[in-house]
């Protein structure tokens, strides 16, 4: 499966912004998308995930500020990101599990950038 992020940009500090990550093919079938993202200088890590039974997952530092969402209709995986924080800066990715012992696919996209500053 192809995935393309969007909705990336400047934001101030307790802002928002949506994230999407649209397949190139059903996600339905999919056991899992997730979005990750690293910093500048950082590793990446993960930030939340979403299976196909639509059970949410989130890293602590995201949690309660972050809401990850599945549209199978539209082929989309959404992070609605608010209060939006300084930390929250990086390159944000998504990626897909295909079953629930699989791992993450190995190549990653382009990704989209999230900036948060003043």
């Known amino acids: 499966v192809h995935l393309v992020e969007s909705g990336g940009g400047l934001v101030q500090p307790g802002g928002s912004l949506t994230l999407s990550c649209e397949a190139s093919e059903s996600i339905s079938v999919i056991f899992a998308i997730g979005w990750f993202r690293q910093p500048p200088g950082k590793e990446r890590d993960f930030v939340a995930s979403?299976?196909?039974?639509?059970?949410?997952y989130y890293s602590n530092t995201v949690k309660g500020r972050f809401t990850i969402s599945r549209d199978n209709a539209k082929n989309t995986v959404y992070l609605q990101m608010n209060d939006l924080k300084l930390e929250d800066t990086a390159h944000y990715y998504c990626?897909?599990?295909?079953?629930?012992?699989?791992?993450?696919?190995?190549?990653w996209g382009q990704g989209t950038q999230v900036t948060v500053s003043s």
């Open positions: 979403i299976t196909s039974f639509n059970s949410p």
């Open positions: 990626n897909a599990q295909p079953g629930h012992r699989s791992p993450w696919y190995a190549d």
